[in-house]
């Protein structure tokens, strides 16, 4: 996040999308299909019906998150007809046809912050959602909100994206001594 140059329009755009990502989890095709009326400003809200599932997500502006997009839409965002929030910075502005110029997004700040990309693994904008389930189960986040933030239908397909992590499990085994044996 720190190789964004937020100094300019395509910074602030960027800087943007990323914190969607890392920070609420959404996805490519969800941000790239964000609407300006998806913010509800009054009740801090982004309210998105997902592209891959169909389901209605609600999710929190935070405020880093806020003041990126308030930055991004007064002082970055062309002047377009686009109801999308995110455009491209180049005429004729408009909506992203695809998620590829955003994975592209990434890979640049990627390589500006001296990141190597791996050549045989997948390392894309989609990698930044498992991360963020990661975070979230080491701060100790119950896995049915992991899962609801991610806007999984199922805690199963959470659990893949968390790679369970096995140091943290055995923090969390009981020992059936203790249960056991306890005294009343």
């Not at 809200?45 to 930055?71: F, M, R, S, V, Y």
């Amino acid at each position: 996040m720190k190789a964004v140059d937020r100094g300019n329009p395509r910074g602030k755009r960027d800087y943007a999308i990323l914190l969607l990502i890392v920070r609420l989890g959404l996805r490519a095709s969800d941000i790239r299909n964000l609407r300006m009326s998806s913010l509800d400003w009054n009740r801090k809200k982004i309210t998105i019906i997902q592209t891959k599932n169909k389901k209605t997500l609600e999710l929190p502006i935070l405020d880093d998150i806020g003041w990126a997009l308030i930055d991004y839409l007064k002082n970055g965002r062309p002047r377009t007809r686009a109801t999308t929030v995110f455009v491209k910075q180049k005429p004729p502005y408009g909506e992203f046809k695809d998620t590829n110029g955003m994975q592209y997004i990434l890979w640049e700040y990627m390589r500006l912050a001296g990141l190597e990309i791996p050549k045989n693994e997948h390392c894309g904008l989609h990698s930044l959602r498992s991360t963020l389930a990661r975070t979230m189960l080491e701060s100790g986040a119950p896995l049915p909100i992991i899962s609801e933030v991610l806007g999984h239908e199922s805690i199963h397909t959470t659990g893949i994206y968390l790679k369970i992590n096995i140091d943290a499990l055995r923090k969390c085994a009981i020992d059936p001594d203790e249960v056991f044996h306890c005294e009343s």
